[in-house]
Structures are given as C-alpha cells and as structure tokens.
C-alpha cells in the first residue's frame, strides 16, 4: 500500500514538473509593438509577477488578439498620456508615468535588431 501511495505521488510530481515550462508559457511572453514607431517591448511577465491578471488588461485597455493596438490608428504617446492603453496604469499614480523611464519599454531599433537575432538583421538588408 505505501509503494503505491509513493508511486501516485511521484506520478503527480512528475505531472506537475513536466507542465512547469508550459505554465511560464502562459503568462503571454514578450509582445513587441514595432508601430508607429521600433521597438516598444511589452513583458506579460513582469506584469503578472506584480499580481496582474489577464482580465486586467484584456478585454477592455487591449484585445486579446495580437496587432490589434498598433492596427487601431490611435496607439500614440498622446493616447497613453490621456489615460488610454498602457497610460490606464502608467499615469504616475499606479506606476511610473508615460512620459518618464522612456527606455523601460522604447527599446529601438538596436534593440529590435539584438533582441530578433543576426538572422533578422541580415533579411532586412534585402
């Protein structure tokens, strides 16, 4: 009886290891909005590690579906600094401002080009 009590847990420990890397998956990564302007990069996880859900965020300051921000016409700096998107939480009340810490999400284009790797830099020379 005690081996397979041993067995069931070692089962479900495995179980549980085992979906460990699909579980940091599902915090929604990295997202990388390359307009109007290169780079802005979004951490999903770094929001989450602070107790944000997904609901926090989605469905009402963003859709779900990815591109839909940048495709909207409106995802400005000025958008932000009147409250809408990024600017719902980055207003300096409930974290640090729009307009300050610039480089905590601009990333440009270096950037861009060092995060997507020597593959994307040689493509774009085409």
Known sequence: MRNWILGLLI??????LGSWPAMAEDDGGEVIF???IKAVIFSHERHVNMGLS??????GLFEMAAGTA???GDFTMKSLYEGKYCGACHNGEMAFA???KCTSCHIGVRGYNRLMGPKLEAHEHH
């Open 70 to 72: 940048e495709e909207s």
């Open 98 to 100: 729009s307009n300050t």
């Open 34 to 36: 390359t307009r109007p």
């Open 11 to 16: 089962l479900g420990l495995m179980g549980v």
């Open 54 to 59: 997904c609901d926090d965020c989605h469905e």
